[in-house]
Each structure stands twice: as structure tokens, then as C-alpha cells.
């Protein structure tokens, strides 16, 4: 697009002005200040692209004029204007929406003035940086930049760590948790020295105990000892008295009760004595004549009687066995063994013998007859035979006994009862031999009597006593023994009295050994008294002993020293041990609190936590350090193969205008514009104003250059102002260059600026 | 007991005090199981405490716990309480029977009247070095052995007591009651080799019931194995995909597969736009799933892309491109110039060591996850 005609009917300081035939390529128009320069600008810009903001000049309800337009393809365009209002003049759409441009691009990248120039805004919106300033893509990458920085910052300073930053603070968070944890294992690894300290305390503590309880129990046993004093001082009285009597020691119970033994029997003995008197004995060879008598005499009546028994007896068997002979009517004489042999060889004697014999020949005969005829009846008929013989036989041998008998002067006698009356003739035998035996002896105990009567007799006729004739001999015995017996106990009395008295003798010896040796009875009778005393003191010594020993665990002689020992009764360990319980009260709590605290466990565990989160949160933060490390990667990888077509026009422009010197840095995670040289980078902050202006042209020419769907007239309002002779010459080429294909309308109050264009440039001058 | 909860990024104080109250009661539920079933005898087979943290209180609240099982507890020590921390100030109970540093045998209740022969081990250093399996032999009688150990078949870290599961077979040893891995595990059946794992998960990567096993032994055969819950606090892993999803769709599905009062593992995977959410308001999105769920997110990984194939518009010579390309050469990198380029400015000097102290895998998911966020900050559409 160009700008064909320009016509003012009233505008600023502008009546009726008119520029017509303007050519394409560069319009110079100089002008003195307050010639009218800006006016004529803002009107140009402010009716191709009207806006609200325009100041000046200032507005007036007269503001009229018209604009001729022209576009690439070209169609012409009228453009009419009453005050801020601009249409065209057949209705046609305005530049604005023909040429997708707003007012504030336009009057910031192609209408400036050295203010609108300097308007760094324009370049830097997002718009016009990711369209003009970088490649596909990489328009979100400040953004990027921004918010990875931003998030990693908000993790961790950059420069330094704070508790401000989630990072510092956890660090801060792990320092203090590792001090609580160190403080809290300290406690733990207390605790084994608490309980060997306990141990320690508890044995020590043990240790002042006994030794309290020993002072304790000492004083205690001091007390007993004192309490004991009296009856120690009575004990030992009683001690001093047991010395004066300890002679009679050695006198024993038994010595005491000899002697009194001794006193009694020797008493008694002589009542004894005195009541037995004197006694006379008999003549010794009588006495034992007499004994003698009494001892014969005794034998002779115990044989005397034996034999009158006996006598007795012979004749009361005599009387038996001659009543039984009476009674069997057989005379002794036939009783005779001869006779008894008589008669049992007759009761024998009568040929049965033979007769047996011929009757058993004669049975075995008819046995062997009768094997050859009737065997039966003949045998019987034999037998019948035999038993008839035999009887008779038999019946005439016993008559024929009879009748012998009978001829002897015995009974009538079968001969069967031959044995049992034999046995009778044999005991009137043996009565009638005893008869005769009996008799004879009957006569000899008579005589033996009759000498044994003699004898008494003789004997006491010779003692001169007087007998009983009826019965001399027992008789005799009893004077006799009733003499003995009156001796013997005159004998008896009479031993008795030599012993008593030979007892006495000796008791008076033992007697008068005993006591010698205490100086006589009376001596005696003293030691046996303070011997007692000794035993009773000895007693009551025992007595006191045990009882004090009961009452202080001491011997008298512990006493006695325990007594006069000197006591410290200051040495007391009570309050040591009460310091010490109180320390093992204070260790135990440690100990107890040690146990139930859990705060270990829980810093432990709160330590893992924020370390978690510590690692997680420098990974986060790492993570983001790798994407800006990614993204510096990919931008110097990237802008060092390719630049954007507006970056590379820029930096031909400022090249023209620095005469080389300077060249733009197209990295898209620069924020603001940074021009570079052979030695370094430089920021606006860093730029001379006319650099400025010189960098902004550059860059504001290049997107001239691409922006919009037409290319737009550029306009510039006295920009060079602060560009000195070279940078302008470079700045006029640039603009030259500029307008070779694309409308330019230079405004100056310097009216040689046209001598800075390369000799030889056509210009469209116009001078106001 | 002891050691602390790991990985839990939001700490508040009263979850802290539930959580380190959660061991204790674990092993209070396992004192309560004993006393209700009336069982013979307890086995706590090593690493009871952790002696790095071990506090007297812990030693002293087992020792009671100990004390009101009233049955006889066999302990075996293991790597993480092999120095007995408080053992001469806080002594176990009578009924307490702890192995020593050689293999011996305890016969249960006693030699005259035994019914099992209990046979164990104790460490006697931190990183045991020994295979204490070979001091085991077991009898004719039921035999049970107790010791902390690191079978083959099952380690998933350090070696600690090596053992090998095939020198088990022949030891005459009926039930191998085994510590050290927290994982759940019964690696063989007669003879019985059983891990029964810890009792409460203390780490997004303990995750599922924890528990112990009340095992019945009949005539001489084990003839149930019961596992019973003690954990009260749960660890739980959820993978969700949101490809297709809307952040309705998404929520209802996590909500659905996340039991209420658990901690979480959240993983993303799949491509989608929630991804964009995620990554770049993942505080929203994290408050908005336990508010749904009513859990806590104990850690949050996003595996999950971008709805544009990263490939593909890797060739578009876009500034996007430029970044995809650029996350390459970050990730071809070697550690100390990865961490060099994180870790730029003066304060980050501070949390190097952090980055340090990271396994390649970790440190190098930030590269990708690093790329992927920068693309979908650089495709989001803010008008």
C-alpha cells in the first residue's frame, strides 16, 4: 500500500494543505520546529488508522481532510475525515480491517516518533515476538522459562539457601530434627549409664544401710549395756563372793551324802550294838555233834517212814495177790512154769498132724480122679467125705485133753482156751512169786527199823534228853531241832554283831579320812555349807550371766570393755542415705521417663519424613534444573542453525547503521532485546539513547517489513535526531534500503539530513 | 522395631506417632494370637530391633510384651541387632530364650519331657559372614531351627548369613523358622522354610499384610500354617494407567483398587492428557486422589506420557523437537556431568550430595521425566 495524495481541510495548525503525487520509495520532508512536521504525521497516521489516544494536536470540531490510498493490487482508496471519524469515500472498509492492523502497531512499529521509536512494548509483546522475533514453537519458551524458573526458585534460591524456599526451610527442619535426634539418642544412650549407676547407687546405698543398721544395732546394744550396768556390777559382787568359797569346790555331793550316810549308819549301828548285848555260844564240838544228831535224825525218820510205807505197801500187795490166787482156785504149784509147759505140749500133742496129712493126700487123689470120671459129683461127694473125717477126728482129741486136765487136778478145759489159760497160770504164778518177794522184804524192813530205833535211842540217851517213847525218833528231832534252831540264831545274832561293829570300825576310819582334811567334822560341816552357798551363788551367777548376755549379746568382760570404750555418736550415715535414695529416686525417673519416651522413634520417623520430602523436592527442583538446561540446549542449538527472517532484516539494518558493530541476539529466553559485538552482550540498560534508537529502527523496520497482509507506509517523525553523522549515514542507507520496495516518509527539522543519504539518492523532498 | 518409617514425604505429627506406635502393636497382636491360641511357644527370628535406632524403650516394651506372652520366646539375632543394645540394663523376661553366637539346641519344654528339639543361632556382627545353617542338624525328634539368614532363592539386597536352600533339604530340620527378608515367603514344604516377612511395613516398598504364622504341628507333621494380619498400617502399590481416562474416570478406578487408611505407592503409566496434570500440578492432583481415596500418597511416580508421540515429533524441527532432542544428550551423559549440569548455581552445592547418593536409575528417570514435562509445558494450550 501507498499513500497516493494527502489533503488537510483543516487540522493543527494545517488549512486547506494538499501533497499530491506522491511517489512510492522515500518522501524526505524537512521543516523547521513547529513547521507543522507532527502534525502533518499524526494526521497521516490517525486517518489511516484512526485511534482515541492521538493528544496532538488537539482536537477541534473543525478536524477535516482526505487521504488517497493505494493498494498492492491496486485499488484506490479515499480516505475522508470530519474530525476523529474517517471513512471512505465509497464505503469500502477502512485500513484497519483491510489490512488486519490496529492503530497502536501501526503508530508503534510504522508511524514514530522518537518516543513511539523508543516504545520498547511493541517488540516485546508476545504477539509480535512470537510472530516476528522466533521460530515455530518457541514462542512459549520465556513462558516456560519463567515458570520453570519461578517454580525452581520457589524450591530453592538460586543464589543462596533461605528458610523461605521449601528446600532451605527442610534443610533447617533436618538440622534441628538431627539435633533433637542427637539430643534424644544422648538420653537413650544415657540410660545404660543411668542403670550402671543405679547399681552403683543401689550397692552403696546397701553398703551405708548395714553400716547404719550396725550403728543403729551398736547403740542399741549400748543402751542394753548401760540398762545392764547394775546387774553386771551385782554379777560381779556375787563373783567376788564366789572367790572366799570356791574352796569347798572340790567337795562333792557324793562326799556330802557319805558323810551323812556315814553319821547315820554309824548311829544305828551302835543302837544296834548296844540292843544285841552279849551273847554266849555253845560248845563247838557239841553244836556240831547236836547238828549232826538233827541231820541223822533226819534221815532216819524220812527212811524210817519211807520204809513203814513201804511195808505197807508189800503187805497190801500180799493181801492182793493171795485173794486173786484164792480167786482162781489153782494152787501155786500147778502154776508152776513146768506145769504151763505140760500142759501146752499136751494141748499140741495129738497126731492132727498126720491126720492132716492122710486127708490131704487123699483130697489131691480125688482131685486127680476126678480129671477121668464125673468130675462134679465125685468132687463133691470127696469134700462131703473129707470134712465128715475130719471131724471126727477132732472131737476125740478133745476129750482125750479133758480128761488129762481134769487127771492134773485143773478144770475141764477145751483145748482151745489152752492160750488164755496159760496167761491165768501164769499170773498165779507171778502173784504167788511176789507173795514170797514181799514177805522177804517185809522182814528185812523191819529189822532195818528196829536198828534204826536202836541207834535214836542210843543217841539220846546220850544227849540226856527225854523222849516220847510212842514216837522217840520224831520226837527227838523236834527237841533236837527246836535246840538247833535256838543256836543258830545265837550264831546268827552273834556274826551280826561282829559285822556291825567291824562296819562301824571302818565307817569311823572313812569318817575321820573325810574330815581331816577340813580340820575336823566341824570343819567339814562349814566347807558342806559354804559349798552350798557356792552352788547357789554359783547359780545365780550362771543366771545373771545368761540373762545379761540374753540382754546385750556380750560376755561380762565385753561388757566391762564395751563399758569403758569411748563412742563417736556423731558417725551417722542417715543422711547419706537419704541423698542417695533421692539420687536413686531421680535416677529411676530418668530411667521410668527414658522408657515411656517415644519421642525418638517419632523424630526418627518425622526425620525420614522431611528427608522424603527433601529428596523429592531436589528432584522436583533437578528436574526443573534439567529443563532449563534443556531448553538452554535447545535454544543455542537452535538459534545457532536458524534465526527468523525478521531477526536476520534487523541485523542487516543495525549492521548498516553501526556500520557492523552490532548485530541483535536472537535467543527467545531473552525477556528483553540484547544486541551483541565481538567482546560482549549489552541490554537496553546498556545502550546509549541513539544506540537505542538505532537498535528499535532496526528491528522496528524489519517487522515493518513482514507485518501486516500489505506493506504498510512507514513514517518517521525526526528519529535521527540522536544518531551522530556515521550511525545517521548508516541510518539514511538503511531507510533507503527500506524503501526500495516499501513507502517512506521521512520527517526532519535538519534540513542537511538529506546529505547523509548516499550521494547520487533521488529523493521526493518536501520542504514545509 | 525401631527403625523409622521411610518414604513418607508429608509428615504430619500425629500419623508420625500412630506410625511408630504401629510396631508395637504389631507385636502386641502377636502376643494376643499367642495367648488365644494358647500356643507352645513364640520364635522371633532375628532383626527385632533395629540397633542403629534401638531406643531403651523399644527393648523395654518387648521385654514386657515377652513377659505377658507368659510361653517361652526362642530369639535368634539378626544383622540389625546383633549388638544387643540395653541387653545388661533391660533384661528379658525368664521365659525368654535368646540363641547365642554357635548353634545349640533348646528342647521344648525340656530334655526329659521334649516334643520338639529347637535349634538356633544368633550374629555376632553386622555383616555375618558365616553360613550359620551349617552349625544346624536337627533329630528324630520334630525339629525346628531358628536363624536369621540370607537364602539364595529369595535375597533381593546385600548378603547377609549366605545360606542355600538345597543344604537345608538334609539337616534333619522340620521347620526352618527364617528372618531377614521382609517379604512374606514360604520358599519350601517338608521341610517346611518359611520367611514370614515383618510384622508391619514401614516403606512404600513393604507394601501388602504383614503378618505373622501360627503354625500347628501334629505327631510330628506341620499341619496348618495360619497367617494372621498384625501391620495396622498398610503399605499398598497401585498401578494406574491413564490412557482414555478422564480425571473422573481415573480417580473412581484408584479409589476402587485402594483400600481406604492405606499409604500409597501411586504409579502412572500409559499416555494421555492427565499426564500434563500430573506432572505440572502434581500437588493438586495429589490432594484431589486422597481426598477421593482417603489414603495417604506415600510416593508418587510418574511413568505415565505425553498424548503426542514423543518420536515422531522429535522430526518436526519445532523448538519441541529441539527439546525432545536436547533430553538426549542429558541422558547420554555420565553421572558426575549430569549432576554438574543440575547442580549449576552456588546453592545447589547444598543438595548435590543428594543427587549423589541417587542409583542411576533414579537419577536418570529425571532426565526423562525432566523432557517430558518441558514438552508438555511447551504443547499446553493456555489460551
Given amino acids: ?768 | 522395631m525401631d527403625t523409622p518409617f521411610k518414604n513418607i514425604s508429608e509428615y504430619d505429627p500425629e500419623l508420625g506417632g500412630k506410625m511408630v506406635d504401629s510396631a508395637f502393636a504389631a507385636l502386641d497382636a502377636v502376643v494376643d494370637k499367642a495367648i488365644a491360641e494358647k500356643v507352645d511357644f513364640i520364635i522371633f527370628s532375628g532383626d527385632i530391633f533395629d540397633t542403629d535406632y534401638g531406643t531403651p524403650r523399644s527393648r523395654y516394651l518387648f521385654a514386657e510384651a515377652l513377659k505377658r506372652a507368659g510361653v517361652r520366646c526362642y530369639i535368634a539375632y539378626g544383622n540389625h541387632d546383633y549388638k544387643r543394645k540395653w541387653e545388661d540394663s533391660i533384661q528379658l523376661p525368664p521365659n525368654a530364650v535368646v540363641f547365642p553366637e554357635h548353634a545349640v539346641n533348646i528342647p521344648y519344654p525340656d530334655e526329659e519331657n521334649k516334643i520338639a528339639d529347637v535349634i538356633g543361632i544368633s550374629h555376632s556382627v553386622k555383616e555375618e559372614g558365616r553360613d550359620l545353617t551349617e552349625e544346624i542338624s536337627g533329630s528324630a525328634d520334630f525339629s525346628i531351627a531358628v536363624v536369621h539368614c540370607d537364602l539364595d532363592t529369595v535375597s533381593e539386597g546385600r548378603r547377609y548369613a549366605p545360606a542355600r536352600l538345597s543344604s537345608l533339604m538334609h539337616k534333619k530340620i522340620d521347620y526352618w523358622a527364617l528372618g531377614h527378608i521382609h517379604k512374606r515367603n514360604i520358599i519350601h514344604k517338608f521341610p517346611h522354610v518359611v520367611y514370614p516377612g515383618n510384622t508391619q511395613g514401614r516403606s512404600p516398598r513393604e507394601s501388602g499384610e504383614k503378618g505373622a504364622y501360627l503354625v500347628t504341628v501334629s505327631n510330628g507333621v506341620v499341619e496348618d500354617m495360619e497367617f494372621f494380619r498384625t501391620g495396622l498400617m498398610l503399605w499398598q502399590d497401585v498401578e494406574q494407567d491413564i490412557t482414555g481416562k478422564t480425571m473422573d474416570s481415573l480417580l473412581s478406578e484408584i479409589s476402587e483398587k485402594a483400600e481406604r487408611g492405606s499409604f500409597l505407592k501411586l504409579r502412572f503409566t500409559g499416555r494421555g492428557e492427565l499426564d500434563r496434570m500430573i506432572r505440572l500440578q502434581r500437588d493438586v492432583f495429589k490432594d484431589l486422589v486422597e481426598r477421593k481415596t482417603g489414603c495417604r500418597i506415600a510416593r508418587l511416580e510418574v511413568n505415565s506420557g505425553p498424548l503426542i508421540d514423543l518420536e515422531q515429533r522429535r522430526s518436526t524441527g519445532d523448538f519441541t523437537s529441539a527439546v525432545i532432542s536436547s533430553g538426549d544428550v542429558f541422558a547420554e551423559m555420565d553421572r558426575d556431568r549430569l549432576i554438574s549440569a543440575i547442580c549449576g548455581t552456588k546453592a545447589s552445592a547444598s543438595v548435590r550430595h543428594i543427587f549423589e547418593a541417587m542409583a542411576d536409575d533414579e537419577l536418570y528417570s529425571m532426565v526423562e521425566d525432566a523432557r517430558i514435562t518441558l514438552v508438555e509445558r511447551l504443547t499446553e494450550d493456555r489460551s
Fill in chain 1, 1 to 768: 500500500m501507498r499513500i497516493r495524495s494527502i489533503r488537510i481541510g483543516s487540522f493543527g495548525k494545517y488549512r486547506e494543505w494538499s501533497m499530491t503525487d506522491i511517489p512510492e520509495g522515500l518522501t524526505l520532508i524537512t521543516g523547521d520546529n513547529e513547521s507543522g512536521k507532527t502534525t502533518l504525521m499524526e494526521f497521516m497516521r490517525s486517518t489511516m488508522f484512526p485511534t482515541s489516544r492521538r493528544s496532538y494536536p488537539v482536537p477541534a470540531k473543525t478536524d477535516s481532510g482526505s487521504m488517497e490510498i493505494e493498494t498492492e493490487s491496486g485499488e484506490r482508496m479515499t480516505l475522508i475525515r470530519e474530525q476523529r471519524k474517517v471513512h471512505e469515500i465509497s464505503g469500502k472498509k477502512l485500513p484497519d480491517e483491510t489490512f488486519a492492523m490496529d492503530s497502536d502497531t501501526y503508530r508503534s512499529i510504522f508511524a514514530m516518533d522518537l518516543a513511539d521509536l523508543t516504545d520498547a512494548n511493541a517488540i516485546s509483546s508476545e504477539r509480535i515476538r512470537n510472530r516476528f522475533l522466533t521460530i515455530p514453537g518457541g514462542e512459549k519458551v520465556p513462558q516456560v522459562i519463567k515458570d520453570v524458573g519461578s517454580s525452581k526458585t520457589a524450591l530453592m534460591n538460586e543464589d543462596r539457601i533461605t528458610e523461605r524456599n521449601p528446600i532451605g526451610s527442610l534443610q533447617t527442619s533436618l538440622t534441628e530434627l538431627d539435633r533433637k535426634i542427637a539430643d534424644a539418642r544422648e538420653r537413650d544412650s544415657e540410660y545404660d549409664a543411668y542403670a550402671k549407676e543405679t547399681e552403683a547407687v543401689k550397692a552403696e546405698l546397701s553398703r551405708l544401710v548395714k553400716m547404719q543398721d550396725i550403728i543403729d544395732k551398736d547403740r542399741e546394744r549400748r543402751n542394753g549395756i548401760l540398762a545392764q550396768a547394775s546387774n553386771l556390777e551385782r554379777l560381779r559382787s556375787m563373783e567376788s563372793r564366789r572367790v572366799g568359797l570356791e574352796y569347798a569346790a572340790d567337795l562333792s555331793d557324793a562326799t556330802q551324802n557319805r558323810y551323812g550316810v556315814i553319821m547315820h549308819r554309824m548311829s544305828v549301828l551302835n543302837g544296834a550294838m548296844e540292843d544285841h548285848g552279849d551273847i554266849e555260844l555253845m560248845d563247838g564240838d557239841f553244836w556240831n555233834g547236836l547238828r549232826e544228831l538233827q541231820s541223822d535224825l533226819r534221815a532216819f525218820i524220812r527212811e524210817y517212814e519211807q520204809m513203814t510205807d513201804r511195808r505197807e505197801q508189800l503187805k497190801d500187795s500180799i493181801a492182793e495177790d493171795e485173794e486173786y490166787i484164792e480167786e482162781s482156785r489153782i494152787s501155786a504149784e500147778l502154776s508152776s512154769p513146768e506145769k504151763r509147759m505140760e500142759i501146752l505140749e499136751r494141748s499140741k500133742n495129738t497126731g492132727m498132724p498126720y491126720v492132716s496129712l492122710i486127708l490131704l493126700i487123699a483130697g489131691l487123689g480125688l482131685a486127680a480122679a476126678s480129671f477121668y470120671f464125673e468130675r462134679l459129683l465125685l468132687v463133691a461127694g470127696a469134700v462131703l467125705a473129707i470134712i465128715g473125717v475130719y471131724g471126727l477126728i477132732k472131737s476125740k482129741m478133745d476129750k482125750k485133753f479133758e480128761r488129762w486136765m481134769e487127771s492134773q487136778g485143773y478144770p475141764s478145759l477145751k483145748r482151745d482156751r489152752v492160750p488164755s489159760f496159760l496167761m491165768k497160770l501164769e499170773m498165779v504164778y507171778e502173784a504167788s512169786r511176789r507173795i514170797t518177794n514181799s514177805r522177804k522184804d517185809i522182814e528185812h524192813i523191819s529189822e532195818t527199823i528196829d536198828s534204826m530205833n536202836t541207834r535214836v535211842s542210843q543217841a539220846l540217851d546220850y544227849l540226856g534228853m527225854e523222849i516220847d517213847q510212842k514216837d522217840p525218833m520224831v520226837s527227838a528231832l523236834d527237841i533236837i531241832s527246836k535246840e538247833v534252831e535256838a543256836e543258830e540264831e545265837r550264831i546268827r545274832r552273834h556274826d551280826k554283831l561282829n559285822e556291825m561293829t567291824e562296819e562301824f570300825e571302818t565307817l569311823a576310819d572313812e569318817l575321820e579320812s573325810m574330815v581331816s582334811v577340813y580340820g575336823g567334822m566341824g570343819g567339814f560341816e562349814k566347807a558342806c555349807s559354804d559349798r552350798s552357798e557356792l552352788l547357789g551363788l554359783d547359780r545365780e551367777i550362771r543366771t545373771a550371766r545368761e540373762s545379761l548376755m540374753s540382754a546385750t549379746g556380750l560376755t561380762p568382760d565385753e561388757m566391762d570393755a564395751a563399758l569403758d570404750e569411748d563412742v563417736d555418736d556423731s558417725i551417722d550415715m542417715k543422711d547419706e542415705i537419704s541423698e542417695l535414695n533421692k539420687t536413686l529416686g531421680e535416677l529411676g525417673e530418668k530411667m521410668d521417663r527414658t522408657l515411656r519416651d517415644g519421642d525418638l522413634g517419632k523424630l526418627q520417623t518425622e526425620r525420614n519424613a522431611k528427608w522424603a520430602e527433601l529428596v523429592e523436592k531436589v528432584k522436583e527442583w533437578g528436574t526443573l534444573s534439567l529443563e532449563e538446561s534443556m531448553i538452554d540446549l535447545s535454544c543455542s542449538d537452535l538459534y545457532s542453525k536458524m534465526q527468523p527472517s525478521v531477526i536476520e532484516t534487523a541485523n542487516r539494518y543495525l549492521g548498516m547503521m553501526t556500520n557492523g558493530r552490532y548485530s541483535l541476539d536472537p535467543d527467545p529466553r531473552l525477556e528483553e532485546i540484547v544486541i551483541k559485538d565481538s567482546v560482549q552482550h549489552k541490554t537496553s540498560r546498556q545502550w546509549s539513547s541513539g544506540l537505542g534508537d538505532q537498535v528499535y529502527l532496526s528491528i522496528k523496520m524489519a517487522v515493518a517489513k513482514e507485518m501486516g497482509s500489505e506493506r504498510l507506509p512507514m513514517i518517521l517523525d525526526d528519529i535521527l535526531v540522536r544518531f551522530d553523522q556515521d550511525r545517521r549515514r548508516g541510518a539514511c542507507a538503511a531507510i533507503l534500503d527500506f524503501a526500495k520496495d516499501q513507502q517512506v516518509f521521512l520527517f526532519s527539522c535538519d534540513s542537511t539530513v538529506e546529505n547523509a543519504f548516499p550521494s547520487g539518492t533521488v529523493l521526493n523532498k518536501v520542504r514545509l
